[in-house]
């Protein structure tokens, strides 16, 4: 309560923001949302939303420019990661020009794309490694093989020690099966609640799909 403002980033929905909702609810200062998602809750605050942008990452790095900030290593390390996690490492339809020249000014100034890389996907620990072979041992095909799901109980994460942050991009490597337009997977993160992660590589919007159960995110990734 001694800060000025609070800012949300990269979501703009109460379920996501955890035991940090009640955070939020309670702060008497200035809020401010920066988001990049077509779905959104009220957290009455000042927002500022591109649904167009790939990545919340930029808007942050275009609002400091806007606001005279200089780009430091120590500022642009956080950036680059944010962009590069939020673009499957550069590799979602929504990167485009502007994606790369934001990434020009963030390596100038000291970031090494090959150092964040092997930080983000060369550093797993085995119970992740053990627990993705649980998932794509569950792994179903719908629709011809244009619908590919899968599931983890809570049981799969017991039996190897992982957590459900060990599940983040195995639904991503569905998408790399020849003919498959859509993913989901299944989390149980505990009895009778499940998360549902949804991912497409085609037309078809998944987001339409996490609203009718309360859920946001992108056309292609809710």
Known sequence: NKCDCLMVVDTSAWGQLGPMADVVREFPGQRVVIDHHVSSDDLNAEVFRDATAEA???????????????????????????????????????????????????????????????????????ARILLRGRIFSNIHSECEGKLMWTHVRQADFAAVGANTTDTEDSINTLLTIAGTEVAAMFVELEPAKTKISLR???????????????????????
């Open 200 to 222: 497409s590589r085609s037309d078809f919007d998944v987001q339409a799909i996490a609203r009718q159960f309360g859920g946001g995110g992108h056309k292609a990734a809710s």
């Open 56 to 126: 919340t990452g930029r808007l942050i790095l275009e609002l400091a420019e806007e606001l005279g900030v200089e780009l430091t290593e120590e500022i642009a390390m956080p950036l680059f990661t944010a962009i590069a996690t939020d673009t499957g490492w550069f590799r979602f339809s929504s990167v485009n020009e502007k994606t790369f020249q934001a990434l020009a000014k963030i390596v100038a100034v000291g970031v090494s794309p090959p150092q964040v890389f092997s930080a983000l996907f060369e550093q797993h620990s085995l």
